[in-house]
């Protein structure tokens, strides 16, 4: 389920944190998947990645005040 960043935006500060939280331990796990050969579709993968810079950038955003 990809976030797109104008959800992510009207998140507070606290949710924004637990869902990176989430998407980082979610990505660990597909890595590891990797690593053991058990992942089926590689796009998880993918999609994993660029939810967490999404976060971070809206993140990095509330933080300057833009």
Known sequence: MAS???ELRA???AELARR???KRQELF???FQLATRKIKDYTQ???ARRDVARIL???G???RGA
């Open 4 to 6: 797109q960043a104008t």
């Open 11 to 13: 998140l507070d500060p």
């Open 20 to 22: 990176l939280g989430d």
């Open 29 to 31: 796990n597909l890595r």
């Open 45 to 47: 993968l993918r999609l």
């Open 57 to 59: 950038t809206v993140m």
């Open 61 to 63: 955003e509330s933080r």
